[in-house]
């Protein structure tokens, strides 16, 4: 018998909950108008400010609300892509969804 207790750091395969529930999503007045793109799963974001970059995402402000945005998820045709970058930002709905964009 081993010395730790059976959690999920130590073995246990359990899942809590916690883990899975969404983020709470910002107030369409703090979120800029996104362009859905006709046809597509793009959405555009003008006016983003690229702010930082932490543990493999890089920290936009959207508005007035700060997202971390994993750099791959962006879209050709943003304009912000690297720390100080400004301008429009495209993703896919989905991440725009996850991220409580959209």
Not at 77 to 82: A, I
Not at 84 to 94: I, T
């Amino acid at each position: 018998m081993t010395g730790f207790s059976d959690t999920p750091a130590h073995g246990s395969h359990e899942r809590t909950t916690e883990r899975r529930t969404r983020r709470p999503t910002a107030s369409p007045s703090q979120i800029p108008e996104s362009v859905i793109m006709e046809g597509s799963d793009r959405v555009e974001f003008p006016d983003v400010e690229a702010l930082s970059y932490r543990r493999l995402s890089l920290v936009c402000r959207v508005g007035t609300t700060l997202v971390s945005i994993p750099p791959r998820r962006i879209l050709p045709g943003s304009q912000v892509r690297r720390c100080g970058d400004r301008g429009k930002l495209v993703l896919p709905k989905e991440v725009a969804i996850d991220l409580g964009l959209a």
